[in-house]
């Protein structure tokens, strides 16, 4: 009997387990059926945020990083919670409204990340009236397949949607009560889940959260959503912040200036160039990698390449453009400042006042001016140019177009070097001294006027024996049809057409009392899997060495980022074999160009943020607008908060946050000279007291 009464206990107590799971099972089904349109709302929203990490950031600890899907699930999750609000019915609209409106964001950052290797801005959309003059560069070159993934989501969503509604789900009637107590719920999670990932924040990731410099950082830490609202606030707060926030910003800039040296500095190259005339060039997307590579013993720069041995190279020279690209490279060159924060300089400051090298040269005397075959009104140039001191801008309008003689975007560098030179012969009758920028355009993205640019094969030609005697020549197709390959034959034809320049200019006299300045305005954003096959090319089987083939030559994400250095040369007829004719191996970057110049030419900006290279030399730090730095030492990515040593030298802890904090610095402080006009003596009185 006692046995009967256990073994009944046990089934009784068997049973109620069964119901409890039962019930427990039905309740989360429930929940599931309940709320499967949030539930796949919140999972599409997520897993779009992180198939955009995976694309961007080729790691798996970034595309799949907790605190990015932690940041992602809450944003999705406080957006859902609304959606209780509504009535079944509506619900659908609601969350596929924001759905669609946060695949938009993903597909646009998977866009721009392909051509900029940044995420995008708010501040940028007041450069979308430039998409229509590279549009053909946008399409051919950016958007990509993978960039359509994105829209599964929304399609997931409706179909779940339209699922839905043959079950009748929307028949349903929910009281007004039921709605807010369920988003009271959602919402309890939400910031529950908000709390433990606020736990697992560290004062750099707040820091940075607050600076927005390094985007991929914020964005490996944050989520994509998170990034994109945050970024719409530092896009405002400068608008915000040049009513309210001067003072603070004046200081910073007053006591940056006070503890730094402000007195020029003599060395054995001042005023060399006092009162010769000056051409300055633009080589548009030059980079110094490929610059004397050669293919069937045909280099690919043979202009350039001699025009470095003549004159004065810098071959570690970096460009320090940010979203601005070629109007970055422009602004830094002119008056030794870096890239806006948000925005760019050219679009967003054209009305600021700015200490530039043409304002300088007008106080000797020159004539200022700029040459370049495109809308004056792309990248704001019109305006821009007024505030940098050009007395006269030669846009599209002073050159004669046809279609016979454009390639890629406009006019043909060897048409327009051909017609420019016919209007500095009269600039240079009319004028003791002179000083204009000439913006080549030919080898700017997509690099797809193949057929323009004359022949210079990218393949691999070899004249091969064969058994029985007879002599074949053998072609291996290397760098035919890659972008890479393309490119290397644009660059190719711009130096042709700089050649050509440089001889009409002599036969001309203009070379006769000139310093010819040569820059490149920043890399061509070229695909990495192309550099692959240039550095890798497996001929016999036409594809790129395995990784683990002894003669592979890695190529990974330092060396692509060491890899855009680009050339800056510069260059006088008489200067070959003396002691100007040198090569200077030393790190320079863009902003060290108008200290360097200016010492050459005697003048001197005691607000640059660059050196004299000739007086810093070893010792010199090229800073980037992301974060990222490089000395003659080593290679920083703020991204990783890792670097690369480039040299033996031993590297303390000590130096790299010494450089760190300078960086930060140099780039509040060339924000806020430019965000708050400080360089403007109407709206900064402690100006006038230096």
């Given at each position: 009997m006692k046995r009967i009464k256990i073994g009944i206990n046990k089934l009784i107590s068997s049973t109620r387990k069964k119901i409890k799971k039962i019930k427990k099972e039905h309740l989360i089904r429930q929940f599931i059926q309940d709320n499967l349109l949030l539930i796949v709302f919140i999972a599409t929203v997520v897993i779009n945020s992180t198939i955009l990490r995976f694309f961007c950031m080729k790691s798996i600890e970034n595309?799949?990083?907790i605190k990015a899907i932690m940041a992602d699930t809450v944003v999705a999750m406080f957006i859902g919670s609304f959606s209780f609000l509504f009535k079944p019915k509506n619900r659908f609209a609601?969350?596929?409204?924001?759905?669609?409106?946060?695949?938009?964001?993903?597909?646009?950052?998977?866009?721009?990340?392909?051509?900029?290797?940044?995420?995008?801005?708010?501040?940028?959309?007041?450069?979308?009236?430039?998409?229509?003059?590279?549009?053909?560069?946008?399409?051919?070159?950016?958007?990509?397949?993978?960039?359509?993934?994105?829209?599964?989501?929304?399609?997931?969503?409706?179909?779940?949607?339209?699922?839905?509604?043959?079950?009748?789900?929307?028949?349903?009637?929910?009281?007004?009560?039921?709605?807010?107590?369920?988003?009271?719920?959602?919402l309890?999670?939400?910031?529950?889940l908000l709390l433990l990932f606020l736990v697992t924040m560290n004062s750099l990731d707040v820091s940075r959260f607050i600076k927005q410099w390094n985007k991929e950082y914020i964005v490996m830490r944050f989520g994509i959503y998170v990034y994109q609202f945050n970024d719409a606030v530092i896009s405002i707060k400068p608008k915000i912040n040049s009513m309210f926030g001067f003072d603070k910003a004046n200081k910073e800039f007053l006591d940056y200036y006070q503890n730094t040296p402000t007195n020029p500095q003599t060395n054995e190259y001042t005023d060399i160039f006092k009162g010769?005339?000056?051409?300055?060039?633009?080589?548009?997307?030059?980079?110094?990698?490929?610059?004397?590579?050669?293919?069937?013993?045909?280099?690919?720069?043979?202009?350039?390449?001699?025009?470095?041995?003549e004159g004065m190279y810098f071959p570690?020279?970096?460009?320090?453009?940010?979203?601005?690209?070629s109007s970055d490279s422009e602004l830094t060159f002119n008056t030794s400042l870096l890239p806006t924060k948000s925005g760019t300089a050219f679009v967003s400051y054209s009305d600021r006042t700015y200490i530039t090298t043409p304002k300088y040269l007008k106080e000797q005397g020159y004539y200022t001016f700029s040459m370049h075959a495109n809308n004056a009104d792309f990248w704001n140039r019109r305006n821009m140019y007024n505030s940098i001191g050009y007395d006269r801008f030669y846009s599209k309008v002073d050159y004669k177009v046809d279609k016979e003689n454009i390639i890629g975007l406009g006019l043909s560098d060897k048409s327009f070097f051909s017609q420019s030179i016919t209007k500095l012969k009269k600039i240079n009758e009319k004028h003791d001294k002179w000083y204009g920028l000439l913006i080549m355009l030919s080898n700017h993205t997509p690099f797809s006027s193949v057929d323009k640019y004359g022949e210079f094969p990218v393949d691999i030609k070899e004249t091969v024996t064969m058994e029985d005697g007879r002599v074949e020549e053998k072609v291996y197709p290397y760098m035919e049809g890659t972008k890479v390959g393309n490119y290397l034959k644009s660059y190719h034809y711009a130096d042709s057409a700089l050649g050509e320049f440089m001889t009409g200019l002599d036969e001309a006299g203009l070379l006769d009392n000139t310093v010819v300045v040569i820059y490149g305005d920043h890399d061509a954003r070229l695909p990495k899997k192309d550099y692959d096959r240039l550095f890798n090319y497996d001929k016999e089987n036409d594809a790129t060495l395995d990784e683990e083939d002894v003669n592979y030559k890695e190529y990974d994400s330092y060396q692509y980022e060491l890899g855009r250095k680009v050339?800056?040369?510069?260059?006088?007829?008489?200067?070959?074999?003396?002691?100007?004719?040198?090569?200077v191996n030393n790190v320079m970057g863009m902003y060290d160009v108008m200290p360097t110049l200016g010492n050459m030419f005697g003048f001197y900006n005691k607000y640059a943020l660059g050196h004299?290279?000739?007086n810093i030399g070893s010792n010199n730090i090229v800073v980037f607008p992301n974060g990222n730095w490089v000395t003659n030492k080593m290679y920083y990515n703020s991204q990783k908060s890792a670097y690369l040593p480039l040299t033996e030298e031993e590297i303390?802890?000590?130096?790299?946050?010494?450089?760190?904090e300078y960086t930060n610095k140099l780039l509040d402080v060339s924000n806020n000279i430019i965000t708050f006009d400080l360089f403007n003596p109407e709206k900064n009185l402690s100006l006038e007291k230096e």
């Open positions: 595309y799949l990083s609601y969350l596929i409204s924001f759905n669609i409106f946060l695949t938009l964001i993903c597909i646009i950052n998977s866009v721009y990340y392909t051509f900029y290797t940044s995420f995008a801005s708010v501040s940028m959309l007041s450069l979308t009236q430039y998409v229509s003059d590279v549009g053909d560069a946008v399409v051919e070159n950016v958007i990509q397949l993978k960039d359509l993934i994105y829209i599964l989501g929304p399609i997931i969503l409706t179909i779940t949607h339209f699922k839905l509604k043959k079950k009748k789900y929307y028949k349903r009637i929910d009281l007004k009560s039921e709605r807010k107590r369920k988003t009271v719920k959602s309890g999670a939400t910031g529950i010769k005339n000056v051409i300055v060039i633009h080589a548009e997307s030059m980079m110094t990698n490929v610059m004397d590579m050669e293919f069937n013993g045909v280099k690919v720069a043979p202009n350039m390449t001699r025009l470095s041995e570690n020279f970096y460009s320090q453009v940010s979203v601005g690209t050339p800056f040369i510069i260059w006088t007829k008489d200067m070959k074999g003396t002691k100007l004719n040198m090569k004299d290279i000739f303390t802890e000590e130096e790299i946050t010494k450089n760190v």
